[in-house]
């Protein structure tokens, strides 16, 4: 059977539930999931804090850098989602100049561009792609501040459980309800409060619509 979802504060005109055929039980009852349009960066912004990312990201990357730090959660073992390795890479290094203690956690199979990389997982002499990722998923496991959030595509999927994940956050819009759905239950399943935010942009609604017809 399905079972309908309370979606939470949704920033959209459209219902505020969605039925789903996955389980729910209790726990996922503490799960609060808000999608806000992401911000856009005014034309002075991009790269004036010594951001790596394009003019109308800076101000995106820097919503996620204030959840992290001054929302509900901060200071608390996260997940933030992106579509693309790149950004990844990107975001990853853009927390952690900004002291946030970030990994990146995709499956491109080469090494990031980029060298700024939270304590402890920064690539040791010789350390492949595999070696380095696998060190990175592990000191996020420990939910000890080594590294507070992985930045991570949906390779961060099955078999990768971390009960004491507080906040859920996708830098982009993800492509299917089933993508929305499988990542935000990777937050609260301790069964404590949890938060989940999806920034969204008109470019990714009409990139998903694409998809959606081209099927």
Known sequence: ?????????????????????????????????????????????GGGDGSI?????????????????????KGKTSIVYCTKTT??????????DHGVSAAWYHSRGTLPATTATATGT?????????????RAR????????TVQVLVATSALGRGIDNQHV?????????????NLYQEVGRAGRDGLPADCTVLFR??????????????
């Open 87 to 96: 950004t990844c890479d990107e975001l990853a290094q853009f927390l952690n």
């Open 166 to 178: 507080r906040q859920v956050i996708h830098f982009d819009m993800p492509p299917s309800l089933a």
């Open 202 to 215: 008109a470019s990714d609604v009409l990139q998903v619509q694409r998809l959606v017809l081209s099927r």
């Open 53 to 73: 990312f394009a003019e109308r990201e800076a101000a995106a990357a820097s919503r996620v850098l204030h959840l992290l730090t001054h929302g509900a959660h």
């Open 1 to 45: 059977l399905c079972r309908p979802y309370q979606m939470g504060t949704v920033g959209l005109k459209h219902p505020r539930l969605f039925a789903t055929t996955a389980k729910l039980n209790q726990r996922h009852r503490n799960l609060r999931v808000e999608a806000t349009p992401a911000p856009r960066s005014s034309s002075s912004s």
């Open 138 to 145: 592990e000191k996020w496991l420990q939910n000890d501040g």
């Open 122 to 134: 920064r690539a040791r002499r010789g350390e492949g792609f595999d070696a380095q990722k696998r």
